[in-house]
C-alpha cells in the first residue's frame, strides 16, 4: 500500500455525508475514524475498526515537521479526530459531532488546510515506500498528482493554459496544470537538486520530488 493509494482512494469519498459512529454508505455515512477504517480497507490494509486514538497507535511515528502526503493526522490530548495529509498543507477529513445521525449528517469528507486546527499531536504512516521509478526517454508514465505544474524548464517559470500543447490542453485545469491520472510521453530526464524532472511534449514537470515523493509513474 502506497501513499498514492491511500490518497487516491481518499479522494472518493469526499462528499461523503458525516455520521457519528458511521464506517459506510449503508449507515449513511462516516465519522472521522470510520472514514480512516473505510479508506484503509479499500486501499487493501486488514484493518480493524477503531476509534481515532486506536489508530493513533498504529503504524510508524513521524515527526510533525517531516510528514509526507499519504500520512495520517491525529488531533487532540487525548486523541479525538483524525484526517490524511495530501500534502501542500492540506488533508481530507471527515467534519461533524455526536449530534450527527443518518437523518441529520454533519458536512462530511472535505478537503481542509491543516492549520484550521491548532491541536495536531500525531502523525502516522501506514503506508511504504513504492520501488524506485526509473524513466526512460520515450517512454510514457501516468500522473499521480492532481494540479501539476508544467514549466518552460525544470525549475523554471510555470507555463499557463494556452502555452500547452492541444493534447496539453484536453488534461490540464484552466490554470494550465495538469489533472491527475493524464498519460505523458517522457522526451528527456534531467536531475536538479534531487529533484527529478521529465521533458514532456507541453514542457517540463516534475516527476519525483528531492523528499522522495512520486508525482509520476
Not at 493509494?5 to 454508505?25: C, H, M, Q, T
Not at 490530548?77 to 467534519?95: F, Q, T
Not at 526509473?134 to 505544474?149: A, F, P, W
Amino acid at each position: 500500500m502506497t501513499a498514492y493509494d491511500l490518497i487516491r482512494n481518499a479522494k472518493l469519498f469526499i462528499g461523503k455525508p458525516y455520521v457519528w459512529g458511521g464506517e459506510s454508505d449503508a449507515e449513511g455515512g462516516y465519522d472521522c475514524s470510520g472514514f480512516l477504517y473505510a479508506l484503509l480497507k479499500k486501499s487493501g490494509y486488514n484493518a480493524l475498526r477503531l476509534t481515532a486514538s486506536g489508530f493513533s497507535k498504529l503504524g510508524e511515528n513521524i515527526p510533525k515537521n517531516k510528514m509526507k502526503s499519504g500520512d495520517f493526522l491525529f488531533f487532540g490530548n487525548p486523541v479525538r479526530h483524525c484526517a490524511i495529509y495530501i500534502g501542500s498543507g492540506l488533508m481530507i477529513e471527515s467534519r461533524g459531532n455526536s449530534s450527527n445521525t443518518k437523518n441529520n449528517p454533519g458536512k462530511g469528507v472535505c478537503i481542509s488546510e491543516v492549520s484550521r486546527r491548532s491541536d495536531l499531536t500525531i502523525v502516522r504512516r501506514y503506508w511504504t515506500e513504492s520501488e524506485s521509478v526509473h524513466y526512460k526517454e520515450n517512454s510514457e508514465y501516468v500522473t499521480r498528482v492532481d494540479h501539476l505544474h508544467v514549466r518552460f524548464s525544470p525549475m523554471g517559470i510555470i507555463k499557463k493554459y494556452n502555452q500547452l500543447t492541444s493534447d496539453g490542453m484536453k488534461h490540464a485545469y484552466s490554470d494550465g496544470c495538469l489533472k491527475s491520472g493524464t498519460s505523458v510521453t517522457c522526451k528527456e530526464v534531467q536531475k536538479r537538486d534531487g529533484a527529478t524532472w521529465l521533458r514532456i511534449p507541453s514542457g517540463w514537470v516534475c516527476a519525483k520530488t528531492a523528499k522522495g515523493e512520486i508525482y509520476i509513474d
